[in-house]
């Protein structure tokens, strides 16, 4: 069993982990009121959703989609690490109940999108215990960190989540499109959530045990056989192989961030504990200026030109975001298997190649 504890594969999902997160979502509201599946949101009260800042947007498009509203999403505060700080979480759920409103899920993220933060589990999952709420984990970037001895501790108190988001396409390099949804329920929740019990498509009456089909507990009817491709994977590679990879992985982001600390004009964000690699590039005419009032604005339009020309050199593709106070800065997410320390050097050369002239 991948996950340690009682989580068990309950349903592959049909398009992303952002799908995954509504599943979740959608599953704790029916817990709680099965009767919306019929009437609606009439049969409910105010709903509050709580999850850190630097959660998914998907959480915020999810409540939307679900008819919950964006205002359903309270949102938590996080460390300058990217983590929720569960003391806030807890107050936060304070402030939704004095305003009438009924906190009935947490999602945490295990693998933020930019910084790669992980939240703390164990304590968010405390929290959640004493005010009865649903805890799902969004795991769809590191949840693929449990398959390695050296990493997993990153998802301690994991086993303790309601439900996982999970895709193997990314940190693992599972064929695109491949996630997944775990719960820790084994009453059938997910059938009797989304069930419509079309005797046309979903007979009771086979020759095998039907409660191997899956189409009538997941939204989408016909949809790619998502867990084809994990297991393909997992059989070219085995399970050493796949820790290999993800500790390979490791090691060269952070064969990354002592090659940045060697580099003249490089300057990291911050030490990364997961595979989010994130720093400035500081251009000749920027090198010791720091103290000028100018500086954060000049040097948060150096990533965009310096991506403009990488692109038109077609010599490289890297991803920039502004984050927070901090302006735009380059962030490198070293996945590929393939990757070498002599690829992570052309990326540096590279890019002080294209800014020498800046």
Known sequence: MLWPGALSLRASTPASGSISNMYAMNLARYQRYPDCKQRGLRALPPLAIFTSKECHYSVNKGAAFLGLGTDSVRVVKADERGKMIPKDLERQISLAEAKGAVPFLVSATSGTTVLGAFDPLNAIADVCQRHGLWLHVDAAWGGSVLLSQTHRHLLDGIQRADSVAWNPHKLLGAGLQCSALLLQDTSNLLKRCHESQARYLFQQDKFYDVALDTGDKVVQCGRRVDCLKLWLLWKAQGRQGLEQRINRAFALSQYLVEEIKKREGFELVMEPEFVNVCFWFVPPSLRGKQESLDYSQRLSQVAPVLKERMVKAGS?????????????????????????????????????RLGQDL
Do not use: C, K, S
């Open 316 to 352: 490289m593709m890297i991803g920039y975001q502004p984050h927070g106070a901090w302006g735009n800065f380059f962030r490198v997410i070293v996945v590929n298997p393939m990757l070498t320390h002599t690829d992570i050097d052309f990326l540096l050369d590279e890019l002080e």
